[in-house]
């Protein structure tokens, strides 16, 4: 199985994942989070594309506030967490949703509403967005 790296105080999805001596499966992870949106928020040279020259931070606190209002966001529902590189930074701003792995560009709030609305309240990919 693969084992993916995590810190003390945040788990990232994935296929095992030990923390305080127990071990977790995707199945388990679920008790914590449904699903983890994560908002690639490296910031590089300036010279260098990178996420957060398109404002993914706050596109991200954007995300988590808008989930906070519709109770989708806290265990059990929808994890937001900001990330460094995943390493697509020419396709960028990069928005990865675990667990099914589905990538996402966006360009502004409407964007992410509409990723909210269509991907995480009625399960439809966004097309135009998939990154």
Same mark, same amino acid.
């Given at each position: ?10 788990? *990232?999805?994935? *296929? ?15 008790? *914590? ?5 994560? *908002? ?9 594309k990178?996420? %957060?020259?398109? %404002?993914?931070?706050?596109?991200? /606190? ?13 265990? /059990?529902?929808?994890?937001? %967490?900001?990330?460094?590189?995943? /390493?697509?930074?020419s ?21 992410i ?9 009625? /399960? ?8």
């Amino acid at each position: 199985m693969l084992v993916l790296s995590y810190t003390p105080r945040e788990l *990232f999805c994935g *296929f095992l994942i030990e923390h305080k001596r127990e071990v977790y499966t995707v199945e388990t992870m679920k008790d *914590f989070y449904e699903k983890h949106l994560l *908002f690639c928020t490296q910031v590089k040279a300036p010279e260098k594309k990178c996420c %957060s020259q398109a %404002s993914a931070v706050t596109m991200a /606190g954007y995300a988590k506030s808008r989930l906070k209002e519709l109770d989708m966001h806290g265990p /059990g529902k929808i994890r937001v %967490s900001q990330s460094g590189c995943l /390493g697509r930074c020419s396709d960028g701003p990069n928005l990865l949703i675990y667990p099914e792995g589905i990538w996402y560009t966006y360009q502004n709030q409407a964007d992410i509403d509409e990723i909210i609305d269509s991907h995480l309240l009625k /399960g439809i990919l966004v097309e135009r967005l998939l990154n």
